[in-house]
């Protein structure tokens, strides 16, 4: 794989856990906040 695709899987995995967070923040769910931000780690790890 070439870097590039890398780098841009990376920011699109940074992005979504960004703006998911973001959506949370304005909820009163801490823990889905959580939940949310490591099944999007996870998805990350298992590309790398």
């Given at each position: 794989?070439?870097?590039?695709?890398?780098?841009?899987?990376?920011?699109?995995?940074?992005?979504?856990?960004?703006?998911t967070?973001?959506?949370?923040?304005?909820?009163?769910?801490?823990?889905?906040?959580?939940?949310?931000?490591?099944?999007?780690?996870?998805?990350?790890?298992?590309?790398?």
């Amino acid at each position: 794989m070439h870097e590039l695709d890398v780098i841009n899987q990376f920011t699109e995995l940074v992005a979504s856990v960004y703006f998911t967070a973001r959506d949370e923040l304005d909820s009163d769910d801490p823990v889905g906040l959580i939940t949310d931000i490591l099944n999007a780690v996870d998805r990350g790890a298992t590309f790398f």
